[in-house]
T-cell receptor, first 111, second 109 residues
Framework: DAGVIQSPRHEVTEMGQEVTLRCKPI?????LFWYRQTMMRGLELLIY????????DSGMPEDRFSAKMPNASFSTLKIQPSEPRDSAVYFC?????????FGSGTRLTVV | RKEVEQDPGPFNVPEGATVAFNCTYS??????FFWYRQDCRKEPKLLMS???SGNEDGRFTAQLNRASQYISLLIRDSKLSDSATYLC??????????FGGGTRLMVKP
């Protein structure tokens, strides 16, 4: 089992650029979550998919953030345009109840 | 008030010591509870579930007090490798987990 795979591991981009983060969940897991982690705010849930359908996106900070899950094996989180305050580690996690398995995260730096 | 609250620490303890972390949660309807461990610059990983009757896994003991909405984690005979951040986690509905801010533990030789 390869676990939850995220790419890229690190991303440095300039303010105003579009950023796309990718996630491949564990096969057979029907729930997928995007979290953001910062020192100040800890782990925050951004959006949650169940069977590829977005269930709760109340944590998405603003319209600059969007997430898709076109099929059971792939999800993207897009930020457009990016801002320095978006700098954080973004984790994807997948689950088949109970408990989550996290990917290694994408460390995003917006300069 | 945060939904899941933890003392951020750090807790600095010598090897071999016993250390306890506490956590409180605000939603009385919370259904299940976990402790996750996160090493520096790594992803969180499930350490153990927390059951109403209390449960033990080797040197680790977890307790739940539903009446007080309080969860604890006890680590006996601390090892250097126990140094990490410990996240208290609550499942309120469906499959959504809410994470506390974490408690940092540093075990010194």
């Amino acid at each position: 089992d390869a676990g939850v795979i995220q790419s890229p591991r690190h991303e440095v981009t300039e303010m105003g650029q579009e950023v796309t983060l990718r996630c491949k969940p564990i096969s057979g897991h029907n729930s997928l979550f995007w979290y953001r982690q910062t020192m100040m705010r800890g782990l925050e849930l951004l959006i949650y998919f169940n069977n590829n359908v977005p269930i709760d996106d109340s944590g998405m900070p603003e319209d600059r953030f969007s997430a898709k899950m076109p099929n059971a094996s792939f999800s993207t989180l897009k930020i457009q345009p990016s801002e320095p305050r978006d700098s954080a580690v973004y984790f994807c996690a997948s689950s088949r109840v109970p408990g989550y398995t996290f990917g290694s995260g994408t460390r995003l730096t917006v300069v | 008030r945060k939904e899941v609250e933890q003392d951020p620490g750090p807790f600095n303890v010598p090897e071999g010591a016993t250390v306890a972390f506490n956590c409180t949660y605000s939603n009385s309807a919370s259904q299940s509870f976990f402790w996750y461990r996160q090493d520096c610059r790594k992803e969180p990983k499930l350490l153990m579930s927390v059951y109403s009757s209390g449960n033990e896994d080797g040197r680790f003991t977890a307790q739940l007090n539903r009446a007080s909405q309080y969860i604890s984690l006890l680590i006996r005979d601390s090892k250097l490798s126990d140094s990490a951040t410990y996240l208290c986690v609550v499942n309120n509905a469906g499959n959504m987990l809410t994470f506390g801010g974490g408690t940092r533990l540093m075990v010194k030789p």
